[in-house]
């Protein structure tokens, strides 16, 4: 990857956390400006990734990916971040998934070379583009899905047109009654695969792909058995597909696994019965950052469902939001510099610890501080009477699903263990 542009961007007081009067400098420098965030060297609320759990979850992953002899994709779409992309492909990411054409486009803009877009490749200029960029680098890699014969058409007609020298590879895409794209039956299922094998040599069919991330239930085992349902499906697509040789030459590829199933995904593709070569792709986009609440109760259910999951540690929490108290202006409350202009507001972000100057290292937050509420740069806070917070300390928050934080900074600030400020990663949402 090139991240050369990323390095030598220009970072001034118009990002946030940046103090105001700053002269303007280059991004990569930001490590020698010798700021520390419990100093109050930058502006609050700020978002922070700490190096070192950053470090431990990669490595983790790809301790857990080797047990499991599979590979992973990450979605990119979590931090939208190339220097993160860039971090996953050295720790063996084998792609990098992305869901439209303006992520493709950041992507290939910084060299990423093998892109899964685990969505539908649709509209004349996204699919122009994404045909011109195979013809102009042979080395380029890439795969979307289809789940419809219009849409294999439409594929293959452009193709054609193109004329890119190779075809344009495709998984067939499975999908649930209710639920987002993808076929809904094994029938289905085989007229699109027919449909793409009928297209050769303009498309290829090299894999069979679903997410089985959005089944909602009364209780846990009812979701899990809808996963495993899924799960079924995709591997009958793919025993169909074999079966009729419908896939092209090379490994097929069965990929699926976001954040919360991936343990499942890989025990159930690994038992495909397919005879012929198969490469296992999960497409986790939140494990590097993790989080405080929704994937740290999904990682506890990997756990319980894969004991190994718990060598090394399990995954951290590498994601915080830093804030002041603004205000108390009731016994019980608290305000806060943080709203949600700054964090997810779906679901309400957790405190974690607190800071005064004069004390040696952040504390714990102590029970019953909960966030109530959000405006757009305020975050409501019921707190004891006893509390110890006061107007100016720090607060630290974790977030759930980090997806929604990510995409709120444009710049976020990489800490050692000691808040001091060693790096920063730009987004491009």
Same mark, same amino acid.
């Given at each position: 990857?090139?991240?050369?542009?990323?390095?030598?961007?220009?970072?001034?007081?118009?990002?946030?956390?940046?103090?105001?009067?700053?002269?303007?400098?280059?991004?990569?420098?930001?490590?020698?400006?010798?700021?520390?965030?419990?100093?109050?060297?930058?502006?609050?609320?700020?978002?922070?990734?700490?190096?070192?759990?950053?470090?431990?979850?990669?490595?983790?992953?790809?301790?857990?990916?080797?047990?499991?002899?599979?590979?992973?994709?990450?979605?990119?779409?979590?931090?939208?971040?190339?220097?993160?992309?860039?971090?996953?492909?050295? +720790?063996?990411?084998?792609?990098?998934?992305?869901?439209?054409?303006?992520?493709?486009?950041?992507?290939?803009?910084?060299?990423?070379?093998?892109?899964?877009?685990?969505?539908?490749?649709?509209?004349?200029?996204?699919?122009?583009?994404?045909?011109?960029?195979?013809?102009?680098?042979?080395?380029?890699?890439?795969?979307?899905?289809?789940?419809?014969?219009?849409?294999?058409?439409?594929?293959? +007609?452009?193709?054609?047109?193109?004329?890119?020298?190779?075809?344009?590879?495709?998984?067939?895409?499975?999908?649930?009654?209710?639920?987002?794209?993808?076929?809904?039956?094994?029938?289905?299922?085989?007229?699109?695969?027919?449909?793409?094998?009928?297209?050769?040599?303009?498309?290829?069919?090299? %894999? *069979?792909?679903?997410?089985?991330?959005?089944? $909602?239930?009364?209780?846990?085992?009812?979701?899990?058995?809808? *996963?495993?349902?899924?799960?079924?499906?995709?591997?009958?697509?793919?025993?169909?597909?074999?079966?009729?040789?419908?896939?092209?030459?090379?490994?097929?590829?069965?990929?699926?696994?976001?954040?919360?199933?991936?343990?499942?995904?890989?025990?159930?593709?690994?038992?495909?019965?397919?005879?012929?070569?198969?490469?296992?792709?999960?497409?986790?986009?939140?494990?590097?950052?993790?989080?405080?609440?929704? !994937?740290?109760?999904?990682?506890?259910?990997?756990?319980?469902?894969?004991?190994?999951?718990?060598? %090394?540690?399990?995954? *951290?929490?590498?994601?915080?939001?830093?804030?002041?108290?603004?205000?108390?202006?009731?016994?019980?409350?608290?305000?806060?510099?943080? %709203?949600?202009?700054?964090?997810?507001?779906?679901?309400?972000?957790?405190?974690?610890?607190?800071?005064?100057?004069?004390?040696?290292?952040?504390?714990?937050?102590?029970?019953?501080?909960?966030?109530? $509420?959000?405006?757009?740069?305020?975050?409501?806070?019921?707190?004891?009477?006893?509390?110890?917070?006061? *107007?100016? +300390?720090?607060?630290?928050?974790?977030?759930?699903?980090?997806?929604?934080?990510?995409?709120?900074?444009?710049?976020?600030?990489?800490?050692?263990?000691? !808040?001091?400020?060693?790096?920063?990663?730009?987004?491009?949402?």
């Amino acid at each position: 990857m090139n991240l050369d542009a990323i390095a030598a961007s220009p970072l001034d007081d118009r990002s946030k956390g940046i103090p105001g009067g700053t002269t303007p400098f280059r991004l990569d420098a930001i490590g020698a400006k010798g700021w520390n965030v419990l100093r109050e060297d930058l502006n609050m609320p700020i978002a922070v990734l700490k190096e070192s759990a950053l470090t431990h979850n990669s490595a983790w992953m790809r301790d857990f990916l080797t047990r499991s002899r599979a590979v992973i994709a990450p979605h990119g779409k979590t931090t939208m971040a190339p220097q993160l992309f860039q971090r996953q492909l050295d +720790d063996g990411a084998w792609a990098i998934t992305l869901a439209t054409p303006q992520q493709l486009q950041v992507a290939r803009a910084h060299g990423v070379q093998r892109i899964v877009l685990a969505n539908q490749l649709i509209g004349r200029h996204a699919i122009d583009w994404v045909l011109g960029e195979l013809k102009r680098d042979p080395g380029f890699d890439f795969y979307c899905l289809v789940d419809s014969e219009t849409g294999v058409r439409m594929l293959a +007609d452009a193709a054609r047109a193109a004329d890119i020298g190779r075809p344009l590879q495709v998984f067939l895409e499975g999908g649930s009654p209710g639920g987002r794209t993808g076929v809904r039956d094994r029938a289905a299922g085989l007229a699109v695969a027919r449909a793409v094998k009928a297209a050769s040599p303009y498309l290829a069919l090299r %894999g *069979v792909e679903g997410f089985e991330g959005l089944f $909602g239930g009364a209780n846990r085992a009812e979701i899990e058995g809808k *996963v495993r349902e899924f799960l079924d499906l995709l591997v009958g697509l793919a025993q169909d597909c074999e079966a009729e040789d419908l896939f092209a030459a090379g490994e097929v590829i069965l990929t699926a696994g976001g954040s919360a199933f991936y343990d499942m995904v890989l025990a159930r593709f690994s038992h495909s019965g397919l005879t012929r070569p198969v490469k296992v792709v999960i497409r986790s986009g939140c494990y590097l950052s993790h989080d405080s609440a929704r !994937y740290r109760n999904a990682f506890a259910d990997i756990v319980e469902r894969t004991p190994h999951a718990a060598v %090394g540690g399990g995954l *951290v929490s590498a994601i915080e939001v830093w804030a002041y108290v603004q205000s108390r202006p009731e016994p019980g409350k608290v305000l806060l510099t943080m %709203g949600a202009r700054d964090t997810q507001s779906d679901t309400m972000p957790l405190p974690e610890t607190w800071f005064r100057a004069g004390m040696n290292a952040p504390a714990r937050v102590p029970p019953g501080h909960v966030c109530a $509420g959000m405006n757009d740069q305020h975050t409501h806070m019921t707190v004891p009477h006893d509390s110890p917070l006061a *107007v100016g +300390d720090l607060v630290s928050f974790g977030v759930s699903h980090p997806c929604l934080t990510f995409d709120k900074w444009n710049v976020i600030y990489v800490v050692d263990d000691a !808040y001091n400020v060693v790096s920063a990663v730009r987004t491009f949402f």
